[in-house]
């Protein structure tokens, strides 16, 4: 028996803690865009939950997305109220979350980020975001996701 990753471990001992209904999937290999995450599960890109760390002011905020939406940085930056929305660099994202780029759950970090949601996950039954490690996801669904992270509703576009 495999032992699990211990980000992966660390991810699914928060969702439980926080009452998700959803499964945890671990691929055999790095799904680490939303395209490949889409094909690997056979749904919808749109359907793939995006957890982007962005540099706001020198601040972290995620911003779970769709994977068929890029933000817009500029409007999001004004509807924000930071002078600038950056994207995160790669050592910025570990050190508020404590996981890597393409693995970002929308849960489980170092720290409590401003979280918002992106309404166009909605339109999707079920929804998949990262669990903690580039291989690993979970189903959720929009409302279930917004209320394990209290995000706030956000246009991205």
């Known amino acids: 028996m495999r032992t699990?990753?211990?980000?992966?471990?660390?991810v699914r001992n928060e969702l439980e803690?926080?009452?998700?209904?959803?499964e945890i999937r671990v691929f055999g290999a790095p799904v680490r865009t939303a395209a490949d995450?889409?094909?690997a599960l056979g749904c919808e890109i749109g359907a793939i939950v995006n957890s982007l760390i962005f540099d706001a002011d020198g601040a972290p905020r995620l911003i779970l997305t769709s994977g068929a939406?890029?933000?817009?940085?500029?409007?999001?930056?004004?509807?924000?109220?930071?002078?600038?929305?950056?994207?995160?660099?790669p050592e910025f994202v570990r050190q508020h979350t404590g996981q890597v780029i393409g693995g970002v759950a929308p849960v489980g970090h170092l720290e409590?980020?401003?979280?918002?949601?992106?309404?166009?996950?909605?339109?999707?039954e079920s929804i998949w975001a990262a669990a903690g490690h580039?291989?690993?996801?979970?189903?959720?669904t929009y409302e279930e996701l917004q209320k394990l992270t209290d995000?706030?509703?956000?246009?991205v576009d």
């Open 69 to 89: 939406h890029r933000v817009d940085t500029t409007k999001v930056a004004s509807r924000l109220a930071v002078e600038r929305l950056a994207k995160a660099s």
């Open 112 to 124: 409590a980020i401003p979280t918002y949601i992106d309404p166009w996950l909605s339109r999707h």
């Open 37 to 39: 995450a889409a094909a």
């Open 134 to 140: 580039p291989d690993a996801v979970f189903s959720t």
């Open 4 to 10: 699990e990753h211990p980000s992966i471990a660390h």
């Open 151 to 155: 995000a706030t509703t956000l246009d």
């Open 17 to 22: 803690r926080r009452g998700a209904t959803g």
